[in-house]
């Protein structure tokens, strides 16, 4: 399980092993947008040992600006010669598939930033990056499935900034799409009471309501079958919107809140309508279903 400020190197999209299979593909195509920090080292090498942990912490703290690829010179000895690696450890690199910086031996944390530094600024970054673009890259390893890997960003910007509602409410979607449930509301109960009325913080409460439901939703196909038998079972109804939205099935899942609103709109307490609003306070407000949505369930309730 991963914790709020854990140091402990991401495994995944940031930092990978990499074998000659995949060297092309994980090192010279990925560093054609991102630099690529190359560590040649071997299991028996002592200094390598020291390096390895010490690279992988100034990496990770790039928050995003390089990639490390770690390469085993035992069992990639065909790179590791097309390299010209005579001593390890030896580190490269890479930036539009070519090397353009390296050393060789174990060097101090400050020295392993500068040289980070100075390749991330070879490559038109900025190390230092602005906290706006650290949380825009975790979002983006977020979006590409990498959670492990941008909750570490998100912990990362939120040691500088305690009050970042964007980073509380992207460290929440990570749990969440780890299946940690109550990871994420542990994380949103951290958040400072100053922020508690955040926009992304709303939205992360409804994503955590929404994964709650999830955990407990009926079988899609039987629910479908039963709504269809009795078209006025409005429970039943509200069920299968929640089975279809625990199945990616969002529109359609609105479809039938709104028809539970159109058939009664005082149903259970208002049920269908604090269910939509749950669901659009989820979303993106201009995503097409919270658009169409609202805009639907105005003219119902104005009409």
């Not at 991963?2 to 299979?21: M, Y």
């Not at 939703?217 to 269809?228: D, H, I, N, Y």
């Not at 709109?265 to 269908?272: G, V």
Request: include cysteine.
């Amino acid at each position: 399980m991963l914790e709020l400020g854990k140091t402990e190197a991401p495994k995944g999209d940031l930092i990978k092993d990499v074998s000659e299979a995949d060297f092309m593909a994980e090192v010279v195509d990925a560093s054609q947008d991102v630099p690529v920090i190359v560590d040649f080292w071997a299991p028996w090498c002592g200094p390598c040992k020291q390096l390895g942990p010490a690279l992988e912490a100034a990496v990770t703290e790039a928050r995003g600006a390089v990639k490390m690829a770690k390469v085993n010179v035992d069992e990639a000895q065909m790179i590791a010669g097309q390299l010209r690696i005579q001593s390890i450890p030896t580190v490269y690199a890479f930036y539009k598939g070519q090397p353009i910086d390296g050393f060789q031996g174990a060097l101090p944390a400050s020295e392993l930033k500068a040289f980070i530094d100075r390749v991330v600024q070879a490559s038109g970054g900025d190390a230092s990056g602005g906290l706006d673009e650290a949380v825009a890259t975790a979002e983006e390893m977020l979006e590409q499935g990498a959670a492990a890997d941008a909750a570490q960003v998100f912990a990362a910007v939120l040691e500088e900034d305690p009050k970042n509602a964007k980073c509380f409410a992207g460290l929440v979607s990570c749990y969440l799409a780890l299946g940690e449930i109550e990871q994420a509301e542990a994380v949103l109960n951290g958040a400072p009471a100053e922020i508690s009325k955040a926009p992304e913080l709303e939205a992360a409460h409804a994503k955590i309501e929404l994964a709650k439901q999830a955990s407990s939703a009926g079988p899609l196909a039987e629910l479908s079958a039963k709504v269809e038998a009795e078209p006025t079972n409005l429970q039943a109804r509200f069920d299968l919107a929640q089975a279809l939205h625990a199945n990616g099935q969002t529109e359609a899942a609105v479809d039938q809140l709104l028809d539970i609103f159109r058939r009664d709109r005082e149903w259970n307490d208002s049920a269908a309508k604090t269910q939509l609003f749950t669901i659009f306070d989820a979303l993106k407000p201009n995503d097409p279903v919270v658009l169409n949505g609202r805009r639907r369930l105005s003219s119902m309730i104005f009409a």
